[in-house]
């Protein structure tokens, strides 16, 4: 399945974002709706929709730091105290 948002992306990590977002469409639907433009009206609703369910409803926080940090830490030898 294409993906035409990437909720991993690190731009979509604060909630506040992700919530502005929705709403920046879903008030674009109550626009067109309110000026009686149905096609348009039913294009920014389904936008609305594929954005409200992929960056509220299943999103699925991941901390790629953290990831990374740890296989930095694991990649890493150990020194001897006696190399003397």
């Given at each position: ?26 008030g ?24 409200g369910s ?31």
């Amino acid at each position: 399945m294409i993906k035409l948002i990437d909720p991993d992306h690190a731009f979509y990590r604060p909630l506040w974002r992700r919530v502005l977002i929705f709403l920046v469409c879903a008030g674009w639907a109550a626009l067109e709706f309110y000026h009686d433009q149905p096609f348009f009206s039913i294009i920014a609703l389904a936008i609305a929709a594929y954005v409200g369910s992929s960056l509220l409803l299943f999103y699925k926080p991941t901390d790629k730091t953290a990831g990374a940090e740890g296989s930095a830490s694991k990649d890493e030898t150990p020194k001897a105290d006696n190399d003397a």
